[in-house]
Antibody
Framework: EVQLVESGGGLVKPGGSLRLSCAASGFTFSSYNMNWVRQAPGKGLEWVSSISSSSSFIYYADSVRGRFTISRDNAKNSVYLQMNSLRAEDTAVYYC?????????????WGRGTLVTVSS | QSALTQPASVSGSPGQSITISCTGTSSDIGYYNYVSWYQQHPGKAPELMIYDVSHRPSGVSNRFSGSKSGNTASLTISGLQAEDEADYFCSSYTSSSTFVFGTGTKVTVL
């Protein structure tokens, strides 16, 4: 069974840091591009970042570039999102979403997400 | 990286057809045929309904169809059913190797 389990969310003060993790199982993790997508409460989806299967290609949304860092460990079937200098507008449910390489340009697998709340 | 533009809400009666538009630019929707659509029920994760403009994943009803013209993509739901009431988001891969999502449309079945 395919499973994605996000963790690491919680309450953090503005300017603080948090590290999210996503543990994957049930598919060949090392063959997939991994993404983080977030959704602020009552708002739409926002793509945050992606990392290619070999970590060679990494991309960020303008809203998080310079503050967030994506990484992965194929031996542990996990992807991470280090979030620094957090702002109130980063408050959201964060989902990890794999994308099949080289030709899948969509997200057909989603975890349940982990909630990040940035508030003093 | 501005969000793609969708109508905030669309409604229809059971059995009717509705269409949700998704307008982008020549750098996203107009650049590639990599538009996808997601359905999201309250408190749930999104579910893929359409990929590559008009392809349906296995298990998705053929009442859902997608199309694209220029910088605008569309999702049509025919034979509207109560279970179709949800939020719908479009998405496109972009010329910058990133993704952009739509603003979202709430579908109400009257």
């Amino acid at each position: 069974e395919v499973q994605l389990v996000e963790s690491g969310g919680g309450l953090v003060k503005p300017g603080g840091s948090l590290r999210l993790s996503c543990a994957a199982s049930g598919f060949t993790f090392s063959s997939y591009n991994m993404n983080w997508v977030r959704q602020a409460p009552g708002k739409g989806l926002e793509w945050v970042s992606s990392i290619s299967s070999s970590s060679s290609f990494i991309y960020y949304a303008d809203s998080v570039r310079g503050r967030f860092t994506i990484s992965r460990d194929n031996a542990k079937n996990s992807v991470y999102l280090q979030m620094n200098s957090l702002r109130a507008e980063d408050t959201a449910v964060y989902y990890c979403a794999p994308r099949g390489e080289p030709s899948h340009w969509y997200f057909d697998l989603w975890g349940r997400g982990t909630l990040v709340t940035v508030s003093s | 990286q501005s969000a793609l533009t969708q109508p905030a809400s669309v409604s229809g009666s059971p059995g009717q057809s509705i269409t949700i538009s998704c307008t982008g630019t020549s750098s996203d929707i107009g650049y590639y045929n990599y538009v996808s659509w997601y359905q999201q029920h309250p408190g749930k994760a999104p579910e893929l309904m359409i990929y590559d403009v008009s392809h349906r994943p296995s298990g998705v009803s053929n009442r859902f169809s997608g199309s694209k013209s220029g910088n605008t993509a569309s999702l049509t739901i025919s034979g509207l059913q109560a279970e179709d009431e949800a939020d719908y988001f479009c998405s496109s891969y972009t010329s910058s190797s990133t993704f952009v999502f739509g603003t979202g449309t709430k579908v109400t079945v009257l």
